[in-house]
Nanobody, 118 residues
Framework: QVQLVESGGGLVQAGGSLRLSCVASGGISNFYRLAWFRQAPGRQRDLVASIMSSRLTDYSDSVKGRFTISRDNARGALYLQMNSLKPEDTAVYYC????????????WGQGTQVTVSS
């Protein structure tokens, strides 16, 4: 069983920055893909950014150029640097783990709230 603990959410003004962290029990180096999702009230949970074990990254169009995903295998941590934040980025952010290429995102954190005021 993998436990994921997110931190770093909060309230920030539009144009500001936040850095989210996600620490996994037992480390992350063996996982196929790590990702950040977000869910705003009344909306579905959407993929924001992902990073492969090869460190290949992918971003949703809505955050491309503003957000950066990274991983530190030595620390067992996943990060999301969020710059130029907009009110529409307001959501609960979740980190998730895909253990293998044919698996779904099996493990999820509890979520951290990000609120961007205009």
């Amino acid at each position: 069983q993998v436990q994921l603990v997110e931190s770093g959410g909060g309230l920030v003004q539009a144009g500001g920055s936040l850095r989210l962290s996600c620490v996994a029990s037992g480390g992350i180096s063996n996982f196929y893909r790590l990702a950040w999702f977000r869910q705003a009230p009344g909306r579905q949970r959407d993929l924001v950014a992902s990073i492969m074990s090869s460190r290949l990254t992918d971003y949703s169009d809505s955050v491309k150029g503003r957000f950066t995903i990274s991983r530190d295998n030595a620390r067992g941590a996943l990060y999301l640097q969020m710059n130029s934040l907009k009110p529409e980025d307001t959501a609960v952010y979740y980190c998730a783990v895909q253990t293998g290429p044919f698996d779904s995102f099996k493990y999820w954190g509890q979520g951290t709230q990000v609120t961007v005021s205009s």
